[in-house]
């Protein structure tokens, strides 16, 4: 039976499931509706990590001029959250305050002591991955832009492999790009940046034709490297996205062991069917327990709310590798 290697996580978020489905939707969804802060209309695609016995978590935040931007949110269950009133503020290495032109889908992710922050940032109006860190939540510090434009789904994993950094991102190109493959790419110090590799190409199935992005920070397991991801596929009404899982080696992350052929979720519910963007899944986060091997997953819904699903290590390894392709 697959097990998790990770922390024990005993307040994770959780709902019983009502039958053996792999994976299934909180009742109480959506847990983050429609102007949820002052001056900001919707919040969607966000990561939540573990943070002194509660959660704390970065958000995109659509502001009522239209512009994302990145803001901050605690909460004690995982599931009710408070926002601070302003965005967060990333420190340059020169010590002023990082001037944002806008700020979307984020990752965090937890390195050792160190929370990083992944996120498509604007530069002179073309979408580049940004990095950021932080230990508390309080003050944010830049890293660096490891990629040149165009770039977006930046999701680094949660550990050294073999001494160096590993950070998973989708080369694409501007606006709503109709194209897209999961790159991987390693760093000696989270700056510089190469050996890029093409790990998985969109698929056959018709729900990940289009273009794939990774979505939550890979889980470790006995098995190898979990990663749920998105991928969009083209229909007459326009885009959809589904989320999908894939199992990479653990030693080299390289190697694709199993990836499911069926999506996990797709578009089904009203918070995911309706909204500014339509028909729209989007993984961000994952939070796991290892002791039960429990797995609560954020996802953004229609691109106007946030949604959380739940699954166990042992039920979506066990359809993934059904599923394999």
């Known amino acids: 039976m697959a097990k998790i290697i990770g922390e024990n996580l005993p307040n994770i978020p959780w709902q019983e499931p009502k039958g053996n489905e792999h994976i299934w939707r909180y009742n109480n969804n959506p847990i983050i509706s429609r102007n949820p802060i002052e001056n900001v209309t919707r919040v969607f695609n966000s990561a939540v990590v573990p943070f002194k016995g509660g959660f704390a978590g970065v958000f995109r935040a659509e502001t009522n001029n239209g512009i994302p931007y990145l803001y901050f949110g605690k909460s004690e269950d995982g599931v009710h959250f408070t926002f601070s009133k302003e965005r967060i503020v990333f420190h340059t290495k020169e010590g002023g305050a990082y001037k944002f032109e806008y700020a979307y889908d984020p990752r965090v992710v937890k390195v050792d002591d160190v929370y990083y922050v992944i996120w498509c940032d604007g530069q002179h109006g073309l979408p580049v991955l940004a990095l950021g860190k ?18 977006r789904n930046g999701v680094l994993f949660p550990r050294k492999i073999d001494g160096k950094y590993y950070l998973l991102s989708r080369p694409s190109d501007n606006g709503h790009t109709p194209f897209g493959d999961i790159y991987l790419s390693e760093s000696p110090d989270l700056v510089y940046w ?47 996205y589904s989320m999908g899982g894939v199992i990479l080696d653990k030693e080299d992350p390289r190697k694709v062991k199993y990836r499911c052929g069926n999506f996990l979720l797709t578009p089904e519910t ?10 729209v899944i989007f993984p961000c986060s994952a939070l796991t327990d290892a002791a039960t091997g429990r797995i609560a997953i954020y996802y953004g819904g229609a691109d106007t709310y946030v949604g959380l699903a739940f699954t166990t290590i042992d039920r979506i390894i066990d359809y993934i590798v059904k599923y394999s392709r």
């Open 194 to 240: 190469g050996n890029h590799t093409r790990l998985m190409q969109r698929g056959y199935e018709w729900w990940q034709g289009l273009k794939i992005g990774a979505g939550c920070a890979p889980i470790e397991t006995t098995e190898g490297w979990l990663l749920f991801y998105h991928g969009a596929t083209q229909t007459c009404n326009g885009f959809v």
């Open 134 to 151: 932080t230990t508390d939540f309080e003050r944010f510090e830049l890293v660096s832009h490891p990629f040149l434009p165009f770039n």
């Open 270 to 279: 009203e918070y995911e069917t309706v909204g500014f963007v339509p028909n």
